[in-house]
């Protein structure tokens, strides 16, 4: 899917003396959410999972984390025009989601095809108890070996878990084995990169050192930086057939003229406003090496960067799928 230059709304560049959105017209406030969590360390003010080891995910899974995910769901919503996946799915029976976090995508898609029973797996338990009856959440490390039948599911889908996976190899073969025949696999991440097209974004810009950081901490943990042609290519290593890969841009705040972009532009701000620190804080003092004021700065300085009207920047999401084949000749 080609990437589609984004023009920027006049209005946003009106007042190019005024960094806030506010200046152009914009609220960007946010609100809360509640949740609960049962393991955590608590860390530079906030709360990390600990039960698999703190190595094994940076994030925070608190409160601020979960209301941070859940509006990160309705994001990919609006980028992928609503729809939950891109596999041509037929009446799914059995679905599986790997990192299912607050359990938002699973209990959508229990929703969307209710004759399936839903399963998702995640570190922390931090997944609501009212769900809908055909859907279900269990603890779960999916990096160690799965405890599902082989051929069991009609759909295995993961979604921002490359900062957590060393052994990507490990992770697919699991997922072709407990994939049925014909059934199809979904891989969905962030490109963990920023972008800009029309030189608004300078090296010194907060936003961009801050993901530079990110890539650096990534590279030294070992975890692989995902773009399209390495997820695609980890399907069809995998034995997977009819890969497709496709991209969706995330805009950095409400400055596209395109009404979609806009809107999608303005959640994206929001998001921002804890992302910064969610991504940044585990990753820069415990795999950097910096201290704790140094990080905070860095994940500050992102942030004002982000709400700067006159940076005009984005980011890219990707989604990748494959079909496994209908004869497995694996193990004949």
Not at 143 to 153: G, I, M, R, S
Not at 233 to 242: H, K, N, V
Request: charged share 25%.
């Amino acid at each position: 899917m080609p990437i589609t230059t984004l023009e920027v709304d006049p209005t946003v560049l009106e007042r190019p003396d005024e960094e806030d959105y506010a200046s152009s017209g914009y609220d960007t406030s946010t609100a809360s959410l509640t949740s609960s969590i049962n393991q955590y360390v608590f860390e530079n003010g906030r709360r990390y999972h600990s039960y698999y080891g703190t190595d094994k995910y940076l994030m925070p899974t608190d409160e601020q984390e979960q209301d941070r995910l859940d509006l990160h769901h309705e994001i990919m919503r609006l980028a992928w025009d609503n729809k939950l996946h891109e596999s041509p799915l037929n009446e799914p029976h059995r679905i599986l989601d790997i990192g299912t976090g607050t359990g938002i995508w699973a209990i959508d898609m229990a929703d969307q095809y209710p004759i399936a029973e839903v399963v998702g797996t995640d570190l922390s338990p931090i997944q609501p108890s009212w769900v809908p009856t055909n859907c279900r959440f269990e603890v779960d490390d999916a990096t160690l070996e799965w405890t599902f039948k082989d051929n069991f599911f009609d759909f295995i889908h993961s979604r921002n878990i490359s900062s957590g996976i060393s052994d990507w190899k490990h992770l697919m073969s699991e997922m072709m084995r407990c994939v049925a025949p014909g059934g199809y696999v979904e891989l969905c991440e962030y490109s963990l990169s920023i972008h800009s097209d029309d030189g608004t974004m300078k090296e010194d810009n907060g936003l961009k050192i801050h993901v530079d950081h990110l890539r650096n901490s990534m590279v030294k943990l070992g975890r692989q930086l995902p773009d399209l042609q390495f997820m695609k290519q980890l399907m069809e290593q995998a034995g997977f057939e009819d890969v497709k890969a496709m991209q969706v841009t995330e805009p950095v705040g409400p400055w596209p003229k395109d009404p979609k972009q806009k809107r999608l532009g303005a959640m994206v701000l929001l998001h921002c406003d804890t992302i910064a620190e969610s991504y940044g804080m585990a990753a820069f003092t415990r795999v950097l090496g910096m201290d704790a004021e140094k990080a905070r700065s860095v994940c500050d300085a992102g942030r004002q960067a982000a709400r700067n009207k006159n940076f005009h920047m984005y980011s890219l999401y990707y989604r990748v799928y494959g079909r496994k084949p209908k004869h497995d000749t694996r193990h004949d």
